[in-house]
């Protein structure tokens, strides 16, 4: 049945940035197909734990603070999770930040932050992760794109370049790690209500410009990416490589 190719059971996921919002939409659609879940957050993620295992999932709490996690820290947190669940086949790279301010003036400091967090770990969180599922025989890494992978932005240079980034990342792994079984795509989120987005919605008339570009006329919620996520964790999407799913409501249409 094709439906049975959805499903998850008895495969563990890692989901950055689980404590809230988007990371934590993932990991419930996760444990909601039967995956068990571990779930990293810098301040941890106890709310999205509690619900997993309300589902009668596994849940692992990880402490992490990717903003000066090491590559050898990041190889550690996969060591976690397969000590702690038993093996590693889904790996989602959604923890992000950003930060705004004009080009001319922007700081080194914003800069490095955004690069460390939204480039720098993805690929070192990716790396540790890949290592384990060729070597299992296979796996699925799903990272966390963004409408500026494909635009530019306006007072958001890091964001921007870090995002253009995740899409060269995710073919080049693509590439690599195809013929291992390692199946690397991405997710686009359209404009979400999320932290991230919380001072575009609280301008009336960005939001308002904003909604009378996206053919949907709304904001998106993490509820509308559970379905994508579920898609490229399962077998559904096993021919499916370096593909970048945008879920947007429309946006890159128009």
């Known amino acids: 049945m ?3 190719q959805f499903r998850l059971d008895g495969r563990v996921a890692l989901v950055t940035g689980a404590g809230r919002g988007l990371g934590q939409g993932y990991a419930m659609a996760l444990a909601e197909a039967g995956a068990d879940v571990a779930l990293l957050d810098r301040s941890g993620a106890a709310e999205t734990v509690a619900a997993v295992r ?9 402490t992490c603070d990717l903003s000066t996690a090491t590559p050898v820290d990041l190889a550690g947190v996969v060591d976690q999770v397969v000590a702690g669940l038993g093996r590693l086949d889904v790996l989602v790279n959604n923890a ?29 969180l990716s790396q540790a992760a890949g ?9 699925k890494i799903i990272n ?21 980034a995740v899409v060269g990342l995710t073919k080049a792994l693509a590439n690599e790690w195809a013929v291992s ?29 904003i909604l009378g570009r996206i053919p949907a006329a709304r904001w998106g919620t993490p509820d509308d990416l559970m379905g994508a996520v579920v898609f490229l ?7 499916v490589h370096g593909a970048v799913l945008a879920v947007d409501g429309g946006w890159l249409t128009r």
């Open 2 to 4: 094709i439906l049975d």
């Open 54 to 62: 309300a589902m009668g999932r596994r849940a692992l709490d990880l």
């Open 96 to 124: 992000g930040i950003i930060r705004r301010g004009p080009a001319a003036d922007f700081s080194a400091a914003d800069w490095d932050e955004v690069i460390q967090i939204n480039q720098s770990a993805v690929f070192f």
């Open 131 to 139: 290592r384990v599922m060729i070597a299992q025989g296979g796996g």
């Open 144 to 164: 966390v794109a963004s409408m500026l992978s494909f635009q530019g932005g306006i007072t958001v240079p890091s964001y921007t370049a870090s995002k253009h």
């Open 181 to 209: 079984n390692v199946n690397v795509n991405a997710i686009a989120p359209g404009y979400m209500a999320t932290d991230n987005t919380a001072p575009l919605r609280a301008d009336a008339d960005r939001s308002a410009a």
């Open 233 to 239: 964790a399962s077998d559904a999407s096993r021919y």
